[in-house]
């Protein structure tokens, strides 16, 4: 099994605590999510988050509804949390979240390690489709998350839970 690696940064003029506090909220990837995915929770709300949360999803893969359902296997506020795939569309999904606090900023790592089904196909898959498709995910994430976190009264994140965009082509 190939397993891929995808890592991003990001940093926010904000003390640790809070931008821990919107991503610790599931809601919140309702709001970071293009529409184009169909992300949708089916987790009954409130979610409250913690080491042995699952959380159910559905997301589109080329138009196709798909369940996604992942478990939050660490929960170290407000340092770090991280969630494993217990059924989706990869064969093996583990994201670790990681927040540092530098001089009054935070740097929140994602790390996403995944794998496909399918051996030779799913690579190909994988190169074809899947990591320009991450990639376009987590491009769209990094714009949202800085918009609600930096232009929010107070500096604080924005509770309006319908703000969502898609990026300019």
Same mark, same amino acid.
């Given at each position: 099994?190939?397993?891929?690696?995808?890592?991003?940064?990001?940093?926010?003029?904000?003390?640790?605590?809070?931008?821990?506090?919107?991503?610790?909220?599931?809601?919140?990837?309702?709001?970071?999510?293009?529409?184009?995915v169909?992300f949708?929770?089916?987790?009954?709300?409130?979610?409250?988050?913690? %080491?042995?949360?699952?959380?159910?999803y559905?997301?589109? !893969?080329?138009? $196709?509804? /798909? @369940?996604?359902?992942?478990?939050?296997?660490?929960?170290?506020?407000?340092?770090?949390?991280?969630?494993?795939?217990?059924?989706g569309p990869y064969?093996?999904?583990?994201?670790?979240?990681?927040?540092?606090?530098d001089?009054?900023?935070?740097?929140?790592?994602?790390?996403?390690?995944y %794998?496909?089904?399918?051996?030779?196909?799913?690579?190909? !898959?994988?190169? $074809?489709? /899947? @990591?320009?498709?991450?990639d376009?995910?987590?491009?769209?994430?990094?714009?949202?998350?800085?918009?609600?976190?930096?232009?929010?009264?107070?500096?604080?994140?924005?509770?309006?839970?319908?703000?969502?965009?898609?990026?300019?082509?």
């Amino acid at each position: 099994m190939k397993i891929y690696t995808l890592k991003r940064r990001q940093t926010f003029e904000l003390p640790r605590r809070e931008v821990f506090e919107f991503f610790e909220k599931p809601e919140n990837l309702e709001r970071i999510t293009p529409d184009s995915v169909g992300f949708n929770i089916l987790t009954p709300r409130p979610i409250k988050m913690k %080491a042995g949360t699952v959380l159910d999803y559905t997301i589109r !893969v080329l138009g $196709l509804p /798909v @369940r996604w359902t992942t478990l939050i296997c660490e929960y170290e506020p407000p340092g770090r949390f991280a969630d494993v795939a217990l059924r989706g569309p990869y064969s093996f999904w583990h994201h670790t979240h990681t927040f540092e606090e530098d001089g009054g900023v935070t740097v929140m790592t994602d790390e996403v390690r995944y %794998a496909l089904p399918f051996g030779p196909i799913g690579r190909l !898959v994988h190169s $074809l489709w /899947v @990591r320009r498709q991450l990639d376009y995910i987590f491009d769209f994430r990094a714009r949202v998350i800085d918009d609600l976190l930096s232009k929010s009264p107070g500096g604080k994140p924005a509770d309006d839970t319908h703000s969502r965009r898609e990026p300019t082509k």
